[in-house]
């Protein structure tokens, strides 16, 4: 199938598109170390979480891997941990990144983003591009398709990476915003959700080179994961909980 233009009334071809794409192996990995080389984030994790995560995989659980938000440089910083963290090395170009579809404009981008897992999410604030249609269809039904097309790609075995706070936390970096709950919909919607873990990331970008914020060398802590299946009325809670956790240890190193 043909790479369908990425426009929220052509929605419908764009998730049939992904939910039956498949980057190539070899380029998809190198496109992870390139993006480990050039972030070099400085990863915390423990041995004991080192150690269930290849336990988990090994075992065939799909991971969810959900970060908190605070700057654009967020969705390659979680892909260098696929090249820099020896446990999540397996999911490389086996994982999906909701992501914001004005980056599909440009084509060049566009195929080295698709190579790299982005799963393109339609927003109310694109109003202001042109080049996408908010008149049609409702909103409702795009965060509908994005859930179930996430649902399905779980359920046919890739993971996933979400920023489950929504969008950008430009106002309170430090402090994890109440999550959103487009992720228990996609977790309602994977078969067996006994199957299916989740991994709280916290990131700072707090690396300072001549008086400017440096994108490179973030401050990452991936914390314990958490283990389906999940009790619908907590989860948020107790994730946002985590984040937070890792978020605090990020900022402090």
């Not at 041995?47 to 959900?66: P, Y």
């Not at 260098?80 to 060049?108: C, G, H, M, Q």
Request: aromatic residues 8%; positive net charge.
């Amino acid at each position: 199938m043909a790479r369908p233009e990425v426009k929220r009334n052509n929605y419908q071809d764009v998730y049939n598109f992904y939910c039956g794409y498949n980057p190539n192996q070899i380029i998809a990995k190198f496109g992870y170390w390139i993006l480990g080389a050039v972030m070099q984030p400085r990863i915390n994790i423990s041995k004991q979480a080192s150690f269930a995560i290849e336990d988990r995989i090994r075992n065939g659980s799909r991971l969810i891997l959900a970060a908190n938000h605070t700057s654009e440089w967020d969705i390659p910083s979680i892909a260098a941990l696929a090249d820099k963290v020896e446990a999540l090395r397996p999911i490389r170009a086996k994982t999906f990144i909701p992501s914001k579809s004005s980056l599909s404009k440009n084509l060049i981008l566009r195929h080295a983003i698709d190579t790299m897992g982005q799963l393109p999410t339609f927003r109310v604030k694109d109003k202001s591009d042109k080049a996408i249609d908010i008149t049609e269809p409702k909103s409702e039904d795009l965060k509908r398709a994005l859930i179930e097309t996430s649902s399905f790609l779980i359920n046919i075995g890739k993971n996933m990476a979400i920023f489950p706070e929504g969008e950008r936390n430009k106002n309170q970096p430090d402090e994890v915003q109440p999550l959103k709950d487009g992720l228990l919909g996609i977790i309602e919607g994977v078969y067996k959700s006994t199957d299916l873990t989740i991994l709280p990331i916290g990131i700072n970008h707090n690396s300072i080179s001549n008086g400017r914020l440096n994108f490179r060398n973030p401050s990452i802590v991936i914390g314990q994961p958490m283990d389906g299946p999940f009790v619908t009325n907590y989860l948020l809670d107790d994730l946002r909980s985590e984040l937070q956790t890792c978020v605090d240890v990020a900022i402090a190193t």
